[in-house]
Every structure is written in structure tokens, then in C-alpha cells.
């Protein structure tokens, strides 16, 4: 359990490091994940809306 804990506060401190060393490569990652999931969640309801309307 304690490797998690630190596997967590390594990923937390690099993520921080990434955004200070470059912001808009940072900045550019989020975005393309935010539109990623936006397209999951959209794909997901089209497949539901066509489930119940078949």
C-alpha cells in the first residue's frame, strides 16, 4: 500500500514539473483529454438515445 502512496505523490510532482517547464504543451494535453473524453461521452449517449429509440 505505502508504493501507491508514493507512486501518487511521484505522478502529482511530475505533473507539477511538467506545467511549470512548459504550460502550453500542458495546456494542449488537457485540452486534446478534455475533447477525448467529451467524444466518449458523446459516442455513449448516441448508442443509448439509439438503444431507446429502436
Known sequence: MKWRRVLWWVLVVFALYAVYRA???AAG?????G???GTVVESIGAFF???LNS
Open 23 to 25: 504550460p502550453d504543451q
Open 29 to 33: 494535453f488537457v485540452r486534446s483529454v
Open 35 to 37: 475533447e477525448a473524453l
Open 49 to 51: 438515445d439509439g438503444v
